[in-house]
């Protein structure tokens, strides 16, 4: 009896507060988009008319925001992805050299950034990116204004993110690397193969469901974008980086009345799609590793 219950007492902690947290409050969201609300009040059940006013009322502020937010959400995710994938990879493939040191140390330096908060990350790229004083206009004597102005302002954006969220990656591809075999390495070198050949023909298919994995998790933190241009750039300049979430909160939670039912119909029609996507990219990536 004992060992039948061990394993809900492991189990219960976790499914309890993923209901509290997460289940139940995405299932309110889902009904509150199909609502009137303010926060206020009790909400009115208005069926499919928030999904009508932001997919189809071309002379809507909402319908505006919308692909306006998605449009610049997108940009972020093509932009950003690659980088964190790439990167990270390329990190600790060079990490699994035998001949650097202090491997363990190169890979806590990475990894600290992401350690960080976003706004105190914020201040210290700012600072680094300031006009008047920033270290980045004095090396390079330049005078741009990198919050004010594109492609600036999103350069910024993504380099902050990658200083960020580089080393949970690293991570994953340096724990995978570890399990794989040397002796398949030793006897590439032994057949004539060269770097690149041992990259794609052991590497990359040794790593094949954790790069899967970072493929879509970090695409789907990606949409999810908030901090970063909140910080940087306020969405600016002219909205050119204010994503799909800062319009989101800014309906449920900025100043004035809350319309916090057609916020919660946007956050759904972000999850679809990120849910498809997500799906395109397992699918893909799955069958092509086969």
């Known amino acids: 009896m004992k060992k039948a219950i061990t394993p809900y007492l492991f189990v219960g902690p976790h499914l309890i507060l993923f209901i509290v947290f997460i289940l139940l409050p ?37 319908h505006t925001q919308f692909l306006n937010g998605l449009k610049n959400t997108l940009l972020f995710v093509l932009l950003s992805v690659p980088l964190l994938i790439v990167l990270p990879l390329m990190a600790a493939v060079a990490l699994q050299h035998k001949y650097v040191r202090a491997k363990g140390l190169m890979q ?71 399990g794989v075999a040397r002796d398949l390495y030793e006897a590439a070198e032994i057949d004539g193969a060269g770097s690149y050949r041992k990259f794609f023909s052991i590497t990359l298919p040794s790593i094949n469901f954790p790069l899967i994995y970072t493929f879509v998790m970090t695409t789907a933190g990606a949409f999810n974008v908030f901090g970063q241009p909140l910080m940087m750039t306020d969405g600016g300049p002219r909205q050119s980086t204010h994503v799909l979430m ?45």
């Open 26 to 62: 995405t299932i309110y969201g889902i009904y509150a988009s199909f609502t009137q609300w303010n926060l206020m009040n009790d909400p009115q059940w208005v069926g499919l008319a928030n999904y009508k006013t932001i997919l189809f009322d071309t002379e809507s502020t909402f």
């Open 246 to 290: 800062m319009y989101i909160r800014s309906l449920a939670f900025g100043h004035g009345e809350s319309i916090a039912g057609m916020a919660s119909a946007m956050a759904v029609l972000l999850g679809i799609v990120i849910l498809i996507i997500s799906a395109l990219q397992y699918y893909v990536m799955n069958r092509s590793a086969r």
């Open 108 to 178: 806590s330096i990475l990894y600290v950034p992401g350690l960080i908060s976003i706004s105190a990350a914020a201040l210290i790229w700012l600072l680094i990116f300031n006009k008047q004083l920033g270290v980045t206009n004095n090396i390079f004597g330049s005078e741009a204004a990198w919050q004010a102005t594109q492609p600036y302002a999103w350069i910024i954006i993504i380099v902050m993110t990658i200083w960020g969220g580089l080393g949970g990656n690293l991570i994953i591809y340096r724990a995978s690397l570890a």
